[in-house]
């Protein structure tokens, strides 16, 4: 079965300084990868996704995230945080059937200091 | 992107009634839609799989007598939660897809049984 890890479960950063999430899955074979943000009772938007290809992926609102295979990782990253940044991020994993159905993490939640 | 409606995004109801809420593909048709739960601070879990035409698919543990799925149309999935009880508060999250890699979340609703 498929499964993610985020490891943090808060993050608190100064805004300007460098970011990176973490998130780790398990999957028997190629996963779909996909990072979403949701702030306060809102839903869902998608920051980036991994199919195939290259092994970073250029996101929205100045994200990446790099699918490392050896290491089962697939990190978020941005180079300078903005205070907008704050909210929850989740790391999700997909079945190769589509990407459809998805298994998500348990969340990191971001603060941004000003 | 595709755009997914949620139907309403925020919906309090008396304890031991129901409630509807829709999941509407606007500008695709969706041959899957997908229902999750987010608990308050928690993940998303996966209640159910929904394809046009036929049964849903729920996951383990989730009551497919109290979260009546329906799947009518490739534009509509609804999700009716039946005789609702105080534990049935949480925020449900629609996704939609269309045989591609990616599937749509709508806006998400609150639901508060008093």
């Known amino acids: 079965a498929q499964s993610v890890t985020q490891p943090d479960i808060h993050i608190t950063v100064s805004e300007g300084a460098s970011l990176e999430l973490r998130c780790n899955y398990s999957?028997?074979?190629?996963?779909?990868l996909f990072w979403y943000v949701q702030s306060p009772g809102q839903g869902l938007q998608l920051l980036l996704k991994?199919?195939?290809?290259?092994?970073l992926v250029q996101g929205i609102k100045g994200f990446e995230a790099e699918f490392k295979r050896s290491q089962s990782s697939f990190n978020l990253r941005k180079p300078s945080v903005h205070w907008s940044d704050a909210a929850e991020y989740f790391c999700?994993?997909?079945?190769?059937?589509?990407?459809?159905?998805?298994?998500f993490g348990t969340g990191t939640q971001l603060k941004v200091e000003l | 992107g595709a755009v997914v409606s949620q139907h309403p995004s925020r919906v309090i109801c008396k304890s031991g009634t129901s409630v509807k809420i829709e999941c509407r593909s606007l500008?695709?048709?969706?041959?899957?839609m997908f229902w999750y739960r987010q608990f308050p601070k928690k993940s998303l879990m996966l209640m159910a799989t929904?394809?046009?035409?036929?049964?849903?698919?729920?996951e383990q543990g989730v009551e497919k007598d109290k979260f009546l799925i329906n799947h009518a149309s490739l534009t509509l999935s609804t999700l009716t939660v039946t005789s609702a009880h105080p534990e049935d508060s949480s925020f449900y999250i629609c996704?939609?897809?269309?045989?591609?890699?990616?599937?749509?979340f709508g806006q998400g609703t609150r639901l508060t049984v008093v």
């Open positions: 996704s939609a897809a269309g045989g591609g890699t990616e599937a749509f």
């Open positions: 999957y028997g074979a190629t996963p779909y």
């Open positions: 991994y199919f195939s290809g290259d092994t």
């Open positions: 999700a994993v997909g079945n190769t059937g589509g990407g459809n159905k998805l298994t």
């Open positions: 500008d695709f048709q969706a041959t899957t």
């Open positions: 929904s394809n046009e035409g036929s049964k849903a698919t729920y």
